[in-house]
């Protein structure tokens, strides 16, 4: 699973180096470095192709009928692109995707399970600061869904 909290540069080419976490995650858990990189309105997300196909099977049970999916859809799916890192562990961030998230010298890749996240460091820094203020009752909303979990591994 990818964990943590990595800042990384971006070089003249528009590369990062993914973490060797990260890397050997998709090399035990997936087998392939093979990755699609699309936006949402904060940070790109990064997942690997698995994981990546799973989400498209979710996304076509959004009916065509609902205009809020169709937009959804052409936020999200029209800027997806399929990555590769090189042989260095560099993966290139597709410029359009770089410009529409205002990423320019430094990111933070944050770690998300089955995906990734890569964030302008100021941009999250200013997301940390209002999830700390609202923390409990963040907790407050996802303590069921944790208390479910919780009980449905215990029997």
Known sequence: MFRGRFRHSIDEKGRISLPSKF????????????????????????????????????????????????????????????????????LLLPQSLRSEIKLDREVILLGMLTYFEIWNPQVLEERFKGIKDSFEAILGVIHPYLAEENRSGSS
């Open 23 to 90: 890397r050997e995650v998709l090399r035990v858990r997936y087998g392939t470095e093979s990755l699609v990189v699309t936006n949402i309105p904060e940070c790109l997300v990064v997942y690997p192709v698995v994981e990546w196909k799973k989400m498209e099977e979710a996304l076509l049970k959004i009916p065509f009928t609902i205009k809020e999916g169709r937009e959804f859809l052409r936020y999200f799916l029209g800027s997806a692109e399929e990555v590769e890192p090189d042989k260095q562990g560099r």
